[in-house]
């Protein structure tokens, strides 16, 4: 059974899932799903989820220390996985990441991949982009990864790895 809470953040509600054995999912809800109720009443692990992306979102966290579960094919686990690697405040290329799982013709794959992300943030798929900087997709409205890349900018000194 997952456990629910929604997060306030500055660029819209977040909903964050727990599973037994981690995140299981942190998602931007619409407006039409922003009044949606949520399952249980939030768990030690959502309790620290919602205070951990508060610190991030006020600029003094740059790292995660929670556990996650996440749930895919081989094929995105390594992708999700790599994500982890993109320091903050640093960007990555498709192409960068396809080299990094080992398979440097896997840029599209990469990209499908990285629209599937469950856990956004935490796994930062915003940190991906175009292989000439082009700021390109993400599940929550390019605008929130536009603001997420200025937001760690602003909080460490931006890197561009592409």
Not at 31 to 41: L, T
Not at 103 to 116: D, E, F, I, S, T
Request: one cysteine or more; aromatic letters at 8%.
């Amino acid at each position: 059974m997952l456990d629910e809470a929604i997060f306030e953040s500055p660029i819209g509600k977040i909903l964050i899932a727990a599973s037994g054995q981690g995140i299981s999912e942190i998602s931007f809800l619409s407006d039409s799903d922003a009044e949606r109720a949520v399952s249980g009443n939030g768990t030690d692990i959502t309790g620290i989820c919602q205070k951990q992306l508060e610190e991030y979102f006020a600029g003094q966290r740059q790292n995660f220390d929670l556990p996650l579960d996440l749930k895919g094919t081989p094929f995105q686990l390594s992708v999700w996985r790599t994500l982890l690697l993109i320091p903050f405040g640093t960007v990555w290329s498709y192409g960068k990441v396809a080299g990094q799982i080992g398979n440097p013709k896997a840029g599209r794959a990469v990209g499908g991949a990285n629209h599937r992300n469950p856990i956004s943030i935490i796994v930062p798929c915003h940190r991906v982009l175009g292989s000439g900087g082009d700021l390109t997709g993400y599940g929550g409205g390019l605008w929130r990864k536009e603001w997420l890349l200025r937001h760690e900018r602003k909080n460490a000194g931006f890197q561009q790895e592409i």
